[in-house]
């Protein structure tokens, strides 16, 4: 028997020179764990819903066989069971971890020097919204009498804006932009462009929400819902925190997300550790309740994707029950969602990776951007205020867009 050919060692990059390396067509994704830039394709994972996680594992054998050295599978996957995916193996992969393992610092990420992140698209755009805010309005008032009325519990319904440039879009710019704001954001770049497609499509975001996340044997999920505009204003963002942790609304909806995410950690993990009582996290845009549930895997445990697949879609974008929150989204939405609340990451040979929630997001292509932004329907939702927060949801995008106001 021949000896295993000796590992190569990996060639250590710096974050900064991976976001600046970042061309139309790469994936790129960081977090407070490292960087990740892939550039060419090896191999596409095709595979159906609830099934990808097998299709992923499969290919990464492949790979292995193929002489590609520390294979992962990257990509995104649709929010709707017959969505589309766009998972590859990519040829190249570079990788920056964050030093001290855990977290970046502001300049890790950064580019050169810039203090204050300019809009780096600077279009004049015209702003159709899908559709218009006081159909939106109408459609979470019939939401929450259908929950007066039945069996749903919680829907979260979505609106879209697409916004149309002079220009083409440069998602690089778009992208660095997302990246200087919020170094502490998921953030990503996906080619999902579809056989048909005039341009190339780029699904491009910064979403604060991990979906689930298998580092060795931890697995950690962090699951948001109960949401406040952040305004910058020191007051009345304490005010804002303040009600959040004590409105009855928005904890009752947190709940249904963090009991879903433990109960289906639940089958997979032991040790598994849920906080009784959500936090508050921030984004630049906005205040969450927030849950992070801990849990171990053993050896030869379910990879981050088979443990995504599971998770998805967690009543954070769908709602309780799923298939009724489903049929619900599917009547009261105008827009198929496509890749808007499904999910983004990478998984490895060992099963390490990590998948987020795709949202605070917009898929690109020339000069258009489609954004959505959605939020949780309970009983007794307010349908201003629910439209008045997805238009502060929209915030992330539109900021980096240079288009804020707009929503
Ligand atoms: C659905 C979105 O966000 C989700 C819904 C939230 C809520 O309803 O409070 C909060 C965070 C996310 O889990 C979105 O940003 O589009």
Same mark, same amino acid.
């Given at each position: 028997m021949s000896s295993p050919a000796p590992a190569r060692p990996r060639p250590v990059h710096r974050a900064a020179d991976l976001l600046a390396a970042y061309l139309p067509g790469s994936f790129y994704y960081s977090s407070a764990r490292g960087v990740l830039l892939a550039d060419g394709v090896h191999a596409h994972v095709r595979g159906a819903s609830g099934n990808r996680a097998a299709a992923a594992a499969e290919a990464l054998e492949a790979a292995v066989l193929a002489g590609v050295a520390n294979p992962v599978v990257v990509g995104a996957i649709g929010f709707r069971p017959d969505s589309g995916s766009s998972l590859i193996v990519p040829?190249?992969?570079?990788?920056?971890?964050?030093?001290?393992?855990?977290?970046?610092?502001?300049?890790?990420?950064?580019?050169?020097?810039?203090?204050?992140?300019?809009?780096?698209?600077?279009?004049?755009?015209?702003?159709?919204?899908?559709?218009?805010?006081?159909?939106?309005?109408e459609s979470v008032r019939e939401a929450v009498d259908l929950i007066a009325d039945g069996e749903l519990r919680k829907v979260v319904l979505a609106r879209a804006l697409d916004l149309v440039g002079e220009h083409s879009i440069s998602v690089r710019d778009l992208l660095r932009d997302l990246v200087v704001r919020d170094p502490a954001a998921h953030a990503f770049a996906v080619d999902v462009s579809a056989p048909g497609d005039p341009a190339p499509r780029t699904l491009v975001g910064a979403s604060p929400e991990?979906? !689930?996340?298998?580092?060795?044997?931890?697995?950690?999920?962090?699951?948001? #819902?109960?949401?406040?505009?952040?305004? /910058?204003?020191? =007051?009345?963002?304490?005010?804002?925190?303040?009600e959040l942790r004590v409105s009855e609304k928005d904890l009752n909806e947190h709940a249904l997300v963090a009991a879903q995410v433990a109960e289906v950690l639940g089958r997979y993990c032991t040790g598994l550790e849920v906080p009784e009582k959500p936090e508050v996290m921030g984004t630049p845009a906005m205040w969450h309740l927030s849950t992070?549930?801990?849990?171990?895997?053993?050896?030869?445990?379910p990879s981050s994707l088979e443990l995504a697949e599971a998770l998805h879609p967690t009543p954070a974008v769908c709602g309780v029950p799923v298939d009724l929150a489903r049929d619900t989204i599917a009547r009261l939405e105008p827009e198929d969602r496509?890749?808007?609340?499904?999910?983004?990451?990478?998984?490895?040979?060992?099963?390490?990776?990590?998948? !987020?929630?795709?949202?605070?997001?917009?898929?690109?292509?020339?000069?258009? #951007?489609?954004?959505?932004?959605?939020? /949780?329907?309970? =009983?007794?939702?307010?349908?201003?205020?629910?439209l008045a927060e997805t238009s502060a949801k929209f915030g992330t995008l539109l900021r980096a867009l240079g288009a804020e106001g707009v929503a």
């Open positions: 040829a190249v992969v570079r990788r920056a971890e964050a030093p001290g393992g855990d977290s970046w610092t502001d300049g890790d990420l950064r580019p050169g020097r810039e203090e204050t992140p300019r809009p780096a698209n600077q279009n004049p755009w015209t702003v159709v919204p899908r559709p218009a805010p006081e159909v939106y309005a991990l979906l !689930v996340s298998r580092k060795g044997n931890v697995v950690t999920a962090n699951p948001l #819902a109960g949401s406040r505009r952040r305004t /910058g204003d020191p =007051a009345r963002d304490a005010q804002a925190i303040a992070r549930v801990t849990g171990r895997v053993g050896p030869g445990g496509g890749y808007y609340a499904g999910l983004v990451g990478w998984t490895d040979l060992a099963g390490d990776g990590e998948w !987020v929630v795709t949202i605070r997001c917009a898929e690109v292509s020339d000069k258009t #951007a489609r954004l959505f932004a959605g939020a /949780g329907v309970v =009983a007794g939702s307010d349908p201003a205020a629910e």
